[in-house]
């Protein structure tokens, strides 16, 4: 797979995503295997508005990087996904979703509601 710059952008397009339920099942799981400490580390991070709430700005990587939505997996690597510091890795035709949304991450779902 194409290897994206991510270092360095700081969360640049770790914003408001769209979710399915099973998604938020699994996000709910990785949040409940972390240490409580872990876990309200990364809850009570400042972030600038508009960033995912689980982006880990001290570490400048998604804080629950193995249950990040499939929109998250797929960015930067297809037609209407483009990164911009690297729009050639994105070389696969459009990316659509395989399972309905229940609604957008850090909006309509935010910490409160994996507790
Ligand atoms: S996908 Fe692109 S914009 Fe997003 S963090 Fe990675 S390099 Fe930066
Ligand atoms: S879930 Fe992770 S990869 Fe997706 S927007 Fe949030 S911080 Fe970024």
């Known amino acids: 797979m194409e290897s994206l710059p991510c270092k360095g952008c700081r969360g640049l397009c770790c914003g408001p995503v769209p979710v399915t339920g099973q998604e938020l099942k699994g996000i709910k799981k990785k ?12 809850e009570n991070q400042e972030r600038h508005f508009g960033t995912c709430i689980f ?12 249950a990040r939505p499939s929109v998250c997996q797929a960015f930067g690597l297809h037609n209407n ?3 911009f510091r690297k729009p050639e890795a994105a070389a696969k035709g459009n990316w659509y979703a ?14 409160k509601d994996f507790k």
Do not use: A
């Open 31 to 42: 949040l409940k295997s972390m240490s409580p400490k872990s876990r309200s580390e990364l």
């Open 55 to 66: 982006y880990d700005s001290i570490n400048d990587k998604c804080g629950i990087h193995s």
């Open 98 to 111: 395989k399972e309905t949304h229940v609604g957008i991450l850090s909006n309509d779902y935010t910490w």
């Open 81 to 83: 996904l483009v990164c």
